[in-house]
């Protein structure tokens, strides 16, 4: 195809007679270059072989498996054939993340033998695991890949962990000691972290380790996508066991399945997580990026609230988590003193901000005991005692300039307000209204920072701001909600990026207010026809809200008949431009 002259390194346009085919398709970009069909294609598989351990429904038992194992081979081959005969290395990297979840596929297939026969589950498993090795050697040698010995190390670690772990609570499960069964799954969703603490020398050495690679992939995502994709893939198979071995005792496996109710509990994720925490920090600290230094700080809190029980626990978890409590101790109280070492040894590292979350981790230790199981278990300080840390953090503010004694006193503040009891909280819980109230003052507080650290924070801050007022939007549509707290916070969170968008002349900012008052917008009408339905039962309201439908399908198609005007009337500068 002949392309158009031209002129100064810019491409001409393309004149009114050049035929339609030979003109750029750009809507069809995305599929060309993203190419999402290997992963849709994986997922009519995983959706046809089905998730529970019973084999797709009207097969054989061991004709599932060997499904899954071609289907992996294939996609194995493909991966092969567009490296080295078509250089097509995107393609290459989404089948390659896809071959390992559908490792995770094969093994839970393989789930069935050992509830079975422990003979079977023992060869089953070892076949599995001994295929996933030969795979993934030659996917390395066909594709020219160079993994370090670490990283080697740690990726065959967990590919053991994931096929061979049904073998610990085969004779177990068939001896319905349902006591070692509990206790060896506890001890999976510790051992899952191991090979991520194997990894803390390689991040260290940093890219040097991996340059050169054999891709065009550049360190950290190649060779760190392996371990993070392994990582899900073991914390799903942890899930998985639980309901497989160790299900509600009401319930048998594939009903728990089918309702995902087992033994499982937040904490068994906090192995996993410290891990990575670990391993964030560290390489914050190799490559000096405050936020993933940050990051690194921030997950053995996330970790530590992960520990504690939920309200809503169901009995097999509760069960299992009083046991763990008189044996032990608590899952939080342990946790609490991992992430206090870790602090510590953040702080000796010189690392901003570990010094005063060390402080706070040994002062939330005063209130969480060996017996603490859940939130309603513990004492919370006074408010009085968190309205004087907001005061030191404001005064370090104005001593120092920093952005982050202002985020610490927003907290302290926020938090203060929600456990006042005799403030206005509606009819949602003070957490809740506290991690509302802290999020919009963080997102105010990155927005009007002028510290280069915090620029890759306020993306991240925006999005979540998003997410609140969908959240916000989404909980208004029970009937059972206020109808007016949802759009009054809509409004609120509208008012406070309309007034930072009006003093900075963000773009952004002003896309927040947008979509603040479209939330706000939708979520007046539905409370509107919730009320038209419950007090009146007016019935014309289908028809009067297909009015409404229709109108606003009409405000659509007149926005988008005014843009190909603006279009047209730009052409003629742009002819002008190109002719000049």
Known sequence: MEHAETTAGIPAPLSSDQPFSQAPHRRYNWLTNQNPFYLLSAACVLHSTGWSFGGAEGLPAWLTPLLIAAYVLLMAVAAVVIVRCWHVWDDARTILVTL????????????????????????????????????????????????????????????????????????????????????????????????????????????????????????????????????????????????????????????????????????FAVPLLLAWGLIILEAGIVTKRRFWQGSGLAIPAVAFCLSLAPANQNIAAAELTDRITQTVGSPAWWTLWAASLFYLAATVRKVPGAARLFVVAVATATVVTSETVSWAALTPWPPVVWLAFAFVAIVMLVITRKTQWAMEAGFYACLAYGLTPWLPHGNYPPLLVTVNLYLVCLTGIAILSRERWMDEFRNILRMLFCLLATAVALQAIAPLAVWWEAPAYLAFLATLSSVIWLMFGKADDFGLTKYSLLCCYCVTFLQGFYGLEEHYRWKGLPAFAAGLALFHVGLLISSWKAKPKVVASTKPAQKAAYSS
């Open 100 to 267: 390992l979840i559908l490792f995770l596929e094969l093994a839970l297939s393989l789930d069935q033998f050992a509830l079975q026969s422990p003979r079977q589950s023992v060869i089953a498993m070892l076949g599995g695991w001994l295929f996933a090795i030969l795979l993934c050697e030659s996917l390395l040698l066909g594709l020219r890949m160079r993994l370090p010995g670490l990283y080697r190390l740690s990726f065959h670690l967990q590919l053991a962990l994931l096929f061979a772990a049904p073998l610990l609570f085969a004779s177990g499960a068939q001896q319905a000691d349902q006591t070692r069964v509990s206790w060896l799954l506890v001890a999976y969703a510790g051992a899952i972290a191991g090979p991520i603490f194997l990894l803390w020398p390689a991040v260290r050495q940093g890219r040097q380790a991996v340059t050169p690679n054999g891709t065009p992939w550049s360190w950290p995502c190649y060779p760190w996508t392996i371990p993070t994709v392994m990582s899900l893939v073991l914390f799903a198979r942890s899930y998985s066991l639980c309901l497989t071995f160790d299900a509600a005792p009401t319930l048998t496996a594939l009903q728990a399945y089918d309702q995902f109710v087992s033994v499982y509990a937040g904490y």
